[in-house]
Each structure stands twice: as structure tokens, then as C-alpha cells.
């Protein structure tokens, strides 16, 4: 099986910058992702990562390192749209369909 | 593109009672669709993976003559609950991969369906 883990929630200022961490145990590692979503919503589609590194996209960026069974979603210059969960899934044992981990309630204040 | 749609987006009915939720690729087509379910503040769970003209996969602990799936084609999966009960209520959710497209796998995921059985 899997096991992943992620904060629960965090809090952060607008026009700041955040972190949201996501560790992983798995087999036959495959890649990740990260999805955003909003309350009520279904997830959006935000980042893929399947080799270490950081791969940036506008404000947001993930980051993923194999060794360590680590990854981040890092949010620069915070709106208050950015408010929602950010769900890290992995896929892995040869499976095209990915495990979500609980996801991490991001709340961004003025 | 990879747009999938789902309907309807709420649900009320009384326990007891069938509810059908359609589940569509607008963009493209897709063989192979998902069904999640999310209780609130909880991860997305899977519940079965949905095949194009075959039996639907179901996962562990899913029973799969409550939650019936048809994928009669392409662009469109259903899930029906059948004699559902309070504790069925929940979010549904569907995904779908652009198999032609996305070489990463990536699931789009329709809009949701709030299901509240009473």
C-alpha cells in the first residue's frame, strides 16, 4: 500500500509565499501530482512531477525529491482565490491511477 | 480541452430510493473513467474504475451491486445508488483520462454530484 502524508491545514498572509509539504511510502514510485480544490468543487489540475526537481508554473511550483520520498507545492504572491485544499496523489506499482493523499487546507488572510 | 461534465450537481431523494449520476467526456473520449466518493474533509476515495464496455473494477470494500457503473460508450459512464441510505450521502466525484493527449495520466475531473439522502 501506500502512505501519504500532508498537513492539514495552513494559514498565510496574502502576497506571501507557502510551502505545502507532501511525504510519500510506496513501491515502484511513478510519479505525482498535485491538485487544487475548492470547497464544494472537484479538483483542478496543477502540477506533475515524475523526475527530481522543481518544475514552475506561473505562481505555482512543485518540487519532488525520489530519495526522499518528498514533495512541495510552493504558492508565491498569494491571492485570496488561493484559499482551498491542495491534494498531493502518487502513483505507483505500475498503476495509472493515483492514491490522493487528505489534502492540506490552505486559508489566506488579508 | 480534457473537459468532463456530470449531472446533476445535487441530489436530494429519500432513503430507499435509486439515484443515477451521469458522468461525460465533452472533448474526448475516454475508455477507462473513475469514480470517487468524499466525505467531508476527507481524501478522495476510490470506489471503482469504469470500463468501456466491460465489467467496472471495483475497489476493495465497494459493494458493486449498491454502486452499479455502465460505460456504454466513449463519452459516457453512470453510476447509479441503488436503495440508498443516509450514509450514502456524500460527494461523488468522476474523473476521466485523455488517454490520446495526456502521456502523464492525468485524471480531469468532473464538477461533483452532492448526493444528501434523507
Known amino acids: 500500500g501506500q502512505n501519504i502524508d500532508q498537513p492539514t491545514e495552513m494559514t498565510a498572509t496574502e502576497g506571501a509565499i507557502v510551502q505545502i509539504n507532501c511525504t510519500y511510502q510506496t513501491s515502484g514510485f511513478n510519479g505525482l501530482f498535485w491538485y487544487q480544490q475548492h470547497a464544494g468543487e472537484a479538483p483542478t489540475f496543477l502540477s506533475y512531477n515524475v523526475l527530481d526537481g522543481l518544475e514552475e508554473k506561473g505562481r505555482f511550483s512543485s518540487f519532488l525529491s525520489r530519495s526522499k520520498g518528498y514533495s512541495y507545492l510552493l504558492l508565491k504572491e498569494l491571492q485570496m482565490k488561493d484559499s482551498a485544499s491542495y491534494l498531493c496523489?502518487?502513483?505507483?506499482?505500475?498503476?495509472?491511477?493515483?492514491?490522493f493523499g487528505r489534502g492540506t487546507s490552505l486559508i489566506v488572510h488579508p | 480541452g480534457a473537459v468532463v461534465s456530470q449531472h446533476p450537481s445535487w441530489v436530494i431523494c429519500k432513503s430507499g430510493t435509486s439515484v443515477k449520476i451521469e458522468c461525460r467526456s465533452l472533448?474526448?473520449?475516454?475508455?477507462?473513467m473513475f469514480w470517487y466518493r468524499q466525505f467531508p474533509k476527507q481524501s478522495l476515495m476510490l470506489m471503482a474504475t469504469?470500463?468501456?464496455?466491460?465489467?467496472?473494477?471495483?475497489e476493495q470494500g465497494v459493494e458493486k451491486d449498491k454502486f452499479l457503473i455502465n460505460h456504454a460508450s466513449l463519452t459516457l459512464s453512470t453510476l447509479t445508488v441503488t436503495s440508498a441510505h443516509p450514509e450514502d450521502s456524500s460527494f461523488y466525484i468522476c474523473s476521466a483520462r485523455d488517454e490520446v493527449r495526456s502521456s502523464t495520466d492525468t485524471q480531469y475531473f468532473g464538477p461533483g454530484t452532492r448526493l444528501t439522502v434523507l
Open positions: 469504469s470500463n468501456e464496455g466491460s465489467k467496472a473494477t471495483y
Open positions: 472533448d474526448f473520449q475516454a475508455t477507462t
Open positions: 496523489a502518487v502513483k505507483s506499482g505500475g498503476s495509472y491511477i493515483p492514491t
